[in-house]
């Protein structure tokens, strides 16, 4: 996988000197990359010469004066030019086994890659770390990195990774300590396999490390109507309710947003998620985007009679209709929530990210409104691609509905200012 230019940066350096979608960066100084890891090194310079591969296969060397921190303002397609290290595990609650034929071919990647964890926030288990990966980790000082733990109990970890190299988790945690390189954890909680007692042992193993561990997050197993027969069932009341009650006793330790509404607790402060580290994960999305909704000044009217409506997940549902109270205010202005239930997927899939464009059209198609807000988690970055293939344009024509895509998942600033055009 070659460092193929996906675009460039408009005003950046890349523009001025034509670089352009489809020409290949195929060295910095002479050397070679392997990743986004090698060229943010290389871009270290105030002089460097690269080697450039049009699309037209022509090649040019291009000499290049510039402030030692100004980046080229090249967007890749990929962040690795090489291969992508694959996961040799075959987690029991691997969501990639969980879904059907059909989807985009990138659904169906197992990727396992120190580097994309460091560089773009995946988890890895580090069940195929080499010697050489290490080496490389500790000379150019990488990290933080996301790992998923989900034990540290040897002969458990083996069992839920299917992966005899799996049990040397908290040998690897102790060699980051050891060599002082920041982590984020990650606990995938499986009812009866690793929660209990033997969620309060990772945790206790953990804590051992002190600072190495920068946060955990407790996210419950996603499971849909297509996983194989086996030993998993879903987080009910009684387990969330249990898991929160052992994570509280830790710090740095907090779980997702999901424990909360199964819980049928009311979703924590602030205060609970510090730093909100691990965001993606879901943990303390709605919370960073209610307290963000609250920042902002609402008009007392618009122009003239409006209807939105939110086409949201069921895990949004309660902390949008919470919002849509106060929008409902604003004179002229009716807001609503309709939460999309996945009928692709089964009912206990609940997220955006995972909403289909058949479920979003069942969902919306008859509601009587003006304009319908989506997040923009639905659709693959930088495209109107949802998961299944099909388009937003599709939606549209389907539904003969108007879409606003809200951008920034975690925030409501973009919803309020559009209201404000009104």
Known sequence: MPAIVNSVLEGSIAEELEIQKGDEILSVDGCQMLDMIDYNFYMKSELITIEVKKSNGEIEEIEIEKDYDDDLGIVFESAVFDKIKPCLNHCIFCFVDQQPKGLRDTLYIKDDDYRLSYLQGTYITLTNLKDEDRDRIKRMHLGPFYVSVHTTNPELRVKMLRNPNAGKALDNLQWFRKNKIPFHAQIVLCPGINDGAELDRTLSDLAKLKNTVLSVAIV???????????????????????????????????????????????????????????????????????????????????????????????????????????????????????????????????????????????????????????????????????????????????????????????????????????
């Open 220 to 422: 419950p197993v996603g499971l849909t109507q297509f996983r194989p027969d086996g030993e998993l069932r879903r987080v009910d009341k009684k387990c969330a309710t249990e898991t929160i009650e052992i994570a509280s006793k830790y710090k740095r330790v907090c779980c997702s947003d999901e424990f909360f509404l199964l819980a049928e607790k009311p979703i924590p402060s602030a205060k609970y998620y510090e730093n909100f580290c691990q965001l993606d994960d879901g943990v303390g999305a709605l919370r960073i985007t209610l307290d963000d909704f609250y920042c902002h000044k609402l008009p007392k009217s618009i122009s003239k009679p409006y209807k939105l409506v939110f086409g949201c997940s069921y895990a949004a549902k309660d902390m949008l209709e919470e919002v849509c109270v106060k929008l409902n205010k604003i004179k002229n202005l009716t807001v609503e929530v309709c939460p999309v239930k996945s009928e692709y997927w089964g009912q206990d899939i609940t997220v955006a990210g995972l909403i289909t464009t058949e479920d979003l059209i069942r969902t919306v198609k008859d509601v009587d409104c003006d304009e319908v807000i989506i997040p923009s988690i639905m659709l693959r970055p930088y495209s109107e691609d949802f998961l299944d293939g099909k388009t937003l344009s599709y939606v549209k024509e389907q539904t003969n509905k108007n879409f606003f895509v809200q951008d920034n998942i975690y925030s409501l600033k973009e919803v309020v200012d559009y209201i404000k055009t009104l």
